[in-house]
């Protein structure tokens, strides 16, 4: 079974920009969460959706938004980038909207130049 | 809305060193508790988790974690640490409700010279 995907791998943007981030979670997830991994900041939780609707929202302002296909891929946008963008962005995915374990995708390497 | 504190931001070993990695959290409710690896070039990945029963689970690779529910911890630990332990290791916790979210402490590196 393939696991969650992330595309890009990279991605170099310049302030003010827009960014879309893609995720394919492993087949019969329907639970994908965001986070974002900053050096000594751990993760932080952006959003999660399950069928579609965003189930929790993280302390992140308006620009970060996220949406939930019917195949359950999931892609998050950035948009009027910031230098303090600059992360890796972690998509993971669990079977059902329970207290399961995450299944994380390797992530996406954002820098705002 | 739940918090969680990892004590040691970074951690150097000796290997065959015992391991002990301090997490506490902040909750009202149940929750479900959980402690993730990165190792070096990989994605992140479970090590062990707690939902009910025994409070002293075993993970994969040796480790182990109590949850102590009066002190609101749940520590990681290893008896004998190995060089390829080398990691990033990340505490979580989840409200034990449908819509629960997990929140991650900030990391512990571990280091293990051989």
């Known amino acids: 079974k393939a696991g969650v995907t992330q595309t890009p791998r990279y991605l170099i943007k310049t302030r003010g920009q827009q960014v879309t981030l893609s995720c394919s979670p492993i087949s019969g997830h329907r639970s994908v969460s965001w986070y974002q991994q900053t050096p000594g900041q751990g993760l932080q939780f952006l959003f999660e959706?399950?069928?579609?609707?965003?189930?929790n929202k993280g302390n992140f302002p308006g620009r970060f938004s996220g949406r939930q296909f019917s195949n359950s891929r999931s892609e998050m946008n950035v948009s009027t980038l910031e230098l303090g963008d600059s992360a890796l962005y972690l998509c993971a995915s669990s079977p059902r909207a329970t207290n399961e374990k995450l299944f994380f995708g390797s992530g996406t390497q954002l820098s705002v130049l | 809305a739940q918090s969680v504190s990892q004590h040691n931001h970074h951690v150097i070993l000796s290997e065959a060193a015992s391991l002990e990695l301090g997490c506490n959290y902040s909750?009202?409710?149940?929750?479900?508790l959980f402690w993730y690896v990165q190792y070096p070039g990989q994605h992140l990945q479970l090590l062990l988790k707690?939902?009910?029963?025994?409070?002293l689970v075993k993970g994969i690779k040796g480790f182990e974690a109590e949850f102590i529910k009066s002190k609101f911890s749940f520590n990681l630990r290893k008896p004998s640490v190995q060089w390829s332990d080398t990691a990033e290791y990340f505490c979580a916790v989840r409200p034990n409700t449908n819509a629960g979210k997990s929140t991650f402490g900030d990391g512990t590196t571990l280091t293990v010279k051989p």
């Open positions: 959706y399950f069928s579609e609707t965003q189930r």
């Open positions: 909750y009202g409710g149940t929750v479900n």
């Open positions: 707690y939902f009910s029963g025994d409070p």
